[in-house]
């Protein structure tokens, strides 16, 4: 009798378990086939008029974008809504995205040029380095001016301590030598402006990059 009894209890808590394990099977199953299913695809495209009319094709048209469009499936369920397309939003934001083009277009452009903000900088380096270059060789030549001019004026007032006429080489000598030393001390100022509008503009472009990067 007691013998039974356990062989029943065990046939029932098999029971039990095979219920559990079935039920464990079919959630599984089910979730796999969700996650599995493709998602929807769009069959009809719906919009309302300013009547409120529902008008509903297979393809999207210039009155769905103007009004907004709603995406059905095949049992006609929303799957996507679109907003109306907005003639003065879009206007108004015309100019920020022709600026947002024209900016795109400078940093291809200086991505080009450049790669990234390292290369810019040795560029930089290398066309200072070039300028300071330019800027000392024009003030050697300015120094080698302003030498030959008081060589030039002590002529002359050796000339005048004597009461004599000073030669017309000598004069000329003077004149050519003020004209030269002014257009050196232009030539530096120029270099001078040149080497910091360089430093400037390179590093805007670093300043960039670095951004980009």
Partial sequence: MQSQFKHKLAFIAQKKMTRKFILVFLLTFQAIYIFAEPPPKATWYRYYDSKGIANISTSVTPNHIRHGYEALDRNMQVIQRNRAYDTEADIKKAPLRAAQARQNAADLKLKTAYTNSDVAATKRNDALVHIKKQIAFQQDQLKQLQNDRISFKRQQIEYLRKA????????????????????????????QIHYRNTQAQYDRIITRLKALE
């Avoid at 000598?170 to 003020?178: F, P, Y």
């Fill in 164 to 191: 004599e006429n000073v030669p017309t080489s000598l004069k000329n000598n003077l004149d050519n030598n003020q004209k030269n030393i002014e257009s050196k001390k232009e030539s530096i100022n120029s270099l």
